[in-house]
């Protein structure tokens, strides 16, 4: 299977700040890279996917830029409503597989 | 309004037996290929399976392959996960899911949840 690797695990920020997560994938999956955000207690959103297309309905402050192996979530100006776990998920091969979550938290 | 509503879920015992069970509104249920992904307590998410819009091919992860079966009903919108020989490592928040394209091959990006069903496989 192919291993997606987040970092960090947590992040501290402020709202305002600009925000970049980082996945790493095992082996090169293309652009085959969605991003999901997850509250506590509700089910994923999908955000991102084909590692650069914006999700209908989802704010323009995110973004996602990558290919290969390394891809990266961007949130320009966090907003109160962006303090959640961010997930990456490789779509290259059938046994999809997600990053291990990073949590970002009020600093 | 797509609507994904899982049921099913309760607290077994290892060894034993579950079907989880999934009703789809909103969307045409049998232009599009479904999953089933998992979220056991604090951990992240894991993918389970897969069924073509014609419930002609199923893909599963390796963790399930031989113990679980998916299924789907299209007249009546309805997913079904049959578990067999559950472990206890198969406790999990239980998530349909429905896949972003439409047509015979599903992208494997997952645009609408369910809010989930919990397993809990304990003595």
């Known amino acids: 299977d192919i291993q997606m690797t987040q970092s960090p695990s947590t992040l501290s920020a402020s709202v305002g700040d600009r925000v970049t997560i980082t996945c790493r994938a095992s082996?090169?999956?293309?652009?085959?890279l969605a991003w999901y955000q997850q509250k506590p207690g509700k089910a994923p959103k999908l955000l991102i996917y084909k590692a650069s297309t914006l999700q209908s309905g989802v704010p323009s402050r995110f973004s996602g830029s990558g290919s290969g192996t390394e891809f990266i979530l961007t949130i320009s100006s966090l907003q109160p409503d962006d303090f959640a776990t961010y997930y990456c998920q490789q779509y290259n091969s059938y046994s999809r597989t997600f990053g291990q979550g990073t949590k970002v938290e009020i600093k | 309004e797509v609507q994904l509503v899982e049921s099913g879920g309760v607290v077994v015992q290892p060894g034993g037996s579950l079907r989880l069970s999934c009703v789809a509104s909103?969307?045409?249920?049998?232009?599009?290929?479904m999953h089933w992904v998992r979220q056991a307590p604090g951990k992240s998410l894991e993918w389970v399976s897969l069924?073509?819009?014609?419930?002609?091919?199923?893909f599963y992860a390796d963790s399930v392959k031989g113990r679980f079966t998916l299924s789907r009903d299209n007249s009546k919108d309805s997913l079904y996960l049959q578990m067999n020989s559950l472990r206890t490592e198969d406790t999990a928040l239980y998530y349909c899911?429905?896949?972003?394209?439409?047509?015979?091959?599903?992208?494997?990006?997952?645009?609408?949840w369910g809010q989930g069903t919990l397993v809990t496989v304990s003595s």
């Open positions: 899911v429905k896949d972003i394209r439409l047509g015979d091959r599903g992208l494997g990006v997952f645009d609408y």
């Open positions: 069924i073509t819009r014609d419930g002609g091919r199923t």
């Open positions: 909103g969307f045409t249920f049998h232009d599009y290929t």
């Open positions: 082996q090169s999956i293309s652009s085959w």
